[in-house]
């Protein structure tokens, strides 16, 4: 798909979203997530051994692009919203891949101290617990889960997601404190996360 | 955790948190009291706080080494290659080895989709999506989940183009267009039976594959079908990724707009006329403009509250894109416009109603109504009035109309049938003193029957169209004569009819009775309608062309200068009745020696037809050949040729290459450049276009002939070229007669030419054969063409010393010219 042609369905898809349909949003969902996928593939291609990539980074490239230097632009709620998500679906789906891959695809082989095991990269299933403790966030308290995502997926500041969601600063800076112990006595709670095929 | 406890344990920690920790201890036994649970769970959330992990202050990064989906491996499948990616999920195409091995498409959903509710209901929609048994939906054959934990799906391998790309490669005409939507349309209504929506239904999900050489539907990919819901006619719920995904451009605006409710089966309806439509006009209807990024007002409206242009109406304003996608479709722009005009557009707007409830119930209701289309009846999506279902009618039966006059005369005998039904009714109300309703109902049958005998029965039959020298004569002196006297109670019903017999006897080149039925219109019109109702303006208008026609130019520009003036008064000055009386006034003016007059009209109003009208419309080609004739007489062959020219390019893109028009414009261009003496020009253009007329219409069609009649002409001058110019005139001589009538006003013109080409060739005696056919032909009905006859008869006379024949002759022709005269 020539790169115009996926910036005109993203910037139709934006607009629709923001008329509020969750369809809509899905749509565009689809297409952000197809678009940094793509984005990330190029830039990977392109990393020198040793250098990695920021997912934040990525989303901040897909802004520019998309608002074509408009910081006023209305459709910036959506798009920080949806490319949240995607983001955190590639991220899930690396994890995942990478867990499958380590473990054979098994929990009998996860270690528990995986969980503690301080590293630069967070490992993948700390990553996947951390997902499916910001889904439980997300079913009680969707507001706060949406300050999580973000902050963490899109890595926007206090400032910028207290405008976006219409809250004060002090209001976010206390979700987000909240939001990550709440979110780190849940992953303790839940313990190893699951995976495809295990579960259920 | 219930939302009351989140929130108290959200609050305390709020507080507890921003107090100083040596203070802490204190504040959460006096915040949590004796709430012990309560007081633990705190105390907890407060040390996370102290030592986040790492996680949460490092931004993710994304691996670079992770394994491509692509190595995923599903057991009992061989994955042979990538067939398309999407949001949601990879498509391969696969080889299925047990229990049987066959080529399948197996789809492979993205992880991060994977929620154990999107699992649940990918197994559910699967299930169901396997019961599907319907020749234009791809089965479904098995689901699961792979060792890695991915959902899969397979389903039938369907190797085809996507409805779009196979219609326009194939460049199919809109009828088998609209051919391939009806499977479609019914595999639906069996999706929709059975609970289950498509909701993503684009072109590219409608592949068609050529199944015993026949093109077959395919409707794939219910990937995002959604089973509908009891409750709410199946609403998208709470947004789990990977449930649900629409293309834009194909959305109804209730998928667009979640304060319309759910989705249900009218959804589908309406993204399959979105199909349909971009079958049809190439475009989508509600996409914007490729050169312009859409603002976020411009979305919005058209997205919720823009309806779509007219089928029609879009392809008219497409540009050079709409004969583009006209060309795909094997035609024209002007005839796919024809073809989208009235029931189609109707059709497509039923289905692309904003309001549901507006909308066809149903895929089958659509695909009914399209199936009526196709067999020209009249379509639910209209409102059934007189004149439409006549012309349905008309359109039934217009096979056996070409056929011949026996249907023809039937199809009249039944409108005026129908006509002298109403009448009846009309009478009974009339005694019940109606008088008033009698005059409405009475105006509203004369324009239906006038409409419907103009733009559709007599159109399909006027010489304009040429090819059809069906007895249309004769059925119309068949109807002509059950008007007789069967009006006599509404003059304004005969008007009409008798108006447009006028017409069509003018158009037919059949003068005398075309003259009766205008004359005795125009006595109709002045005893019963006031010198401005638009009845007696358009009778008036059809006898000025008649009589101008018939050769009485000043009678017939007095009868036009007046119906110009007020029918710029009642129509508007940019109105196509005011440029049409305009344009035959202006051919009135032209016979006169001096130009000037008809110059000054053609060149205040060609300007008006070319911008109100369009440049390819048929009245402003018209004018353009008028413009040049002009200045042919002018005798500035430049000018004339320019205008030509420019007036070919446009009929022939507008037109096509082979209509009447474009054939005459055709003729005229090689005339000025023959007479400018560039023979090889003239040569060449004609035939080329001849070459084009045989291939597309035959060689023995009436356009194929009147070409090759222009190429005699080219060619006859040349003493190197005589063989072949006999040759070519021998074939002529045969073929024509063969192809009109005896005494169809083309063969009678076509023997008056070639005596003339004869004479110059010194043939004196096949020249004077030729003539006299035409003399025999028109001796009872004189006009132009038969004094022209005998003046050149006289002529030859003279010339092969034939003394006493060229006075007979001369005597002949005076008698003739004093009797058109007397005529008027």
């Known amino acids: ?200 | 955790m219930n939302p009351d406890r989140y929130e108290l344990l959200k609050r305390l920690f709020d507080t507890a948190s921003t107090t100083p920790v040596a203070e802490r201890e204190a504040v959460v036994a006096e915040l949590c009291g004796g709430d012990h649970a309560l007081r633990e769970e705190l105390r907890r959330l407060l040390e996370h706080d102290q030592h986040p992990l790492d996680i949460f202050d490092a931004p993710p990064e994304i691996d670079p080494d992770g394994a491509p989906l692509d190595s995923v491996e599903v057991p009992g499948y061989a994955i042979q290659h990538r067939i398309g990616e999407g949001g949601f999920g990879i498509v391969y195409a696969a080889l299925q080895l047990h229990p049987i091995r066959r080529s399948v498409a197996l789809k492979l959903i993205k992880h991060g989709f994977a929620s154990p509710t999107t699992r649940h209901r990918f197994t559910i929609e699967c299930d169901a999506l396997a019961r599907l048994d319907h020749p234009s939906i791809a089965r479904v054959f098995d689901a699961g989940t792979t060792p890695s934990g991915h959902l899969f799906c397979t389903m039938e391998l369907i190797d085809g183009a996507s409805i779009c790309d196979y219609a326009n490669d194939r460049q199919l005409t809109a009828t088998q267009r609209i051919e391939l939507m009806i499977p479609v349309c019914e595999a639906m209504q069996h999706a929709h039976q059975r609970g289950i929506l498509h909701r993503d239904l684009k072109p590219s999900n409608i592949l068609v594959v050529e199944n015993a050489g026949k093109p077959l539907p395919k409707v794939i990919d219910f990937g995002i079908a959604k089973i509908r819901d009891d409750d709410g006619g199946g609403t998208a719920g709470p947004t789990l990724s990977g449930e649900f995904v629409g293309t834009p451009v194909y959305m109804s605006p209730e998928q667009a707009d979640p304060e319309r409710g759910g989705l249900d089966t009218r959804s589908d309806v309406y993204s399959l006329a979105v199909v349909l439509y971009e079958l049809l006009t190439g475009t989508a209807p509600l996409q914007s403009s490729a050169a312009t990024r859409p603002s976020l007002e411009t979305v919005l409206r058209t997205l919720r509250e823009e309806d779509p242009p007219l089928a029609s109406t879009r392809l008219r304003d497409l540009g050079e894109a709409g004969d583009l996608h006209a060309r795909r479709c094997g035609t024209h722009r002007d005839t796919l416009l024809r073809t989208l005009r009235g029931d189609l557009d109707r059709i497509l707007a039923m289905a692309l109603e904003r309001d549901r409830s507006r909308r066809y119930e149903s895929p089958q209701q659509l695909g009914a109504d399209l199936s009526r289309f196709l067999r020209d009846e009249a379509v639910l999506a209209r409102s059934p009035t007189t004149s439409y279902l006549l012309r349905k009618f008309a359109r039934r039966h217009r096979g056996k109309l070409i056929l011949g006059a026996t249907a023809l005369t039937l199809l009249l005998l039944g409108v005026v049938g129908t006509t002298i039904g109403l009448v009846h009714a009309l009478e009974a109300r009339r005694t019940a003193k109606l008088e008033e309703e009698r005059a409405r109902l009475e105006a509203r049958i004369s324009g239906e029957i006038a409409a419907f005998l103009n733009e559709d029965l007599l159109a399909s039959v006027s010489p304009e169209g040429l090819g059809i020298d069906v007895s249309v004569r004769e059925a119309l002196d068949v109807a002509a004569e059950r008007v007789e006297g069967r009006f006599a109670e509404m003059p304004a019903v005969e008007i009409a009819l008798r108006t447009t017999l006028g017409s069509t006897y003018r158009k037919l080149g059949v003068i005398p009775p075309s003259l009766r039925h205008l004359e005795r219109a125009r006595t109709l019109a002045e005893q019963n309608l006031g010198p401005d109702d638009p009845r007696r303006l358009r009778a008036f208008l059809e006898l000025g062309a008649a009589l101008y026609t018939a050769g009485h130019p000043q009678e017939s520009a007095s009868i036009l200068r007046d119906v110009l003036r007020r029918s710029e008064q009642v129509f508007g000055s940019r109105s196509k009745e005011s440029i049409a009386a305009a344009f035959h006034l202006a051919s009135a003016y032209a016979e006169s020696p001096d130009q000037r007059d008809a110059r000054a009209l053609v060149d205040r109003w060609l300007p008006i037809s070319r911008s109100h009208l369009g440049p390819s419309h048929p009245q402003t080609l018209r004018f353009a050949f008028g413009l040049g004739q002009i200045h042919l007489v002018e005798r500035d062959l430049d000018s004339a040729s320019r205008v030509f020219e420019q007036a070919l390019t446009q009929a022939r893109s507008a037109l096509g290459p082979t209509h009447r028009l474009t054939l005459m414009l055709t003729n005229e261009h090689a005339k000025t450049l023959r007479r400018s003496r560039q023979f090889a020009a003239a040569e060449q253009l004609l035939r080329n276009a001849w070459a084009a007329a045989t291939q597309r219409l035959g060689a023995r069609h009436p356009t194929t002939l009147i070409l090759q009649s222009g190429l005699l002409s080219c060619i006859y001058r040349d003493p190197k070229r005589l063989k072949e110019t006999d040759a070519l005139l021998d074939e002529m001589l045969v073929a024509w007669p063969r192809v009109f009538r005896a005494d169809h006003p083309t063969l009678l013109q076509f023997w008056f030419d070639t005596a003339t080409i004869l004479e110059r060739m010194r043939q004196f005696e096949r020249a004077r054969e030729l003539l006299h056919k035409v003399v025999r032909a028109l001796e009872d009905a004189p006009q132009p063409l038969v004094l022209h006859a005998m003046r050149s008869l006289e002529g030859l006379a003279e010339r092969t010393g034939a003394r006493g024949e060229a006075r007979e002759w001369q005597a002949r022709y005076q008698r003739a010219a004093a009797r058109l005269k007397r005529q008027h």
């Open chain 1, 1 to 200: 798909m020539p790169e115009d042609r996926v910036n005109g369905d993203l910037t139709a898809a934006l607009h629709a979203a923001s008329t509020g349909s969750a369809e809509a949003e899905e749509a565009l969902f689809g297409i952000v997530y197809d678009d940094l996928r793509r984005m990330a593939k190029l830039r990977l291609a392109r990393l020198q051994p040793g250098q990695t990539l920021q997912a934040t980074a990525l989303v901040h490239e897909a802004w520019l692009k998309i608002a074509n230097g408009d910081k006023d632009w209305s459709g910036r709620a959506q798009f920080f919203g949806v490319v949240s998500r995607a983001m955190r679906n590639i991220l899930v789906d690396d994890a995942r891949r990478k867990a499958s891959v380590k473990h054979g695809g098994g929990l009998a082989r996860m270690s528990a101290e995986s969980l503690a095991q301080p590293e630069r990269e967070a490992s993948p299933l700390e990553f996947l617990a951390l997902h499916e403790a910001l889904e439980d966030l997300e079913r009680q308290d969707p507001r706060v889960a949406k300050v999580v995502m973000l902050r963490y997926f899109s890595g926007l500041g206090t400032g910028e997601i207290a405008g976006l969601l219409d809250l004060s600063e002090r209001t976010v800076e206390r979700d987000w404190r909240f939001a990550r112990s709440w979110l780190q006595q849940r992953m303790t709670e839940n313990g190893p996360p699951k995976l495809e095929g295990q579960a259920e």
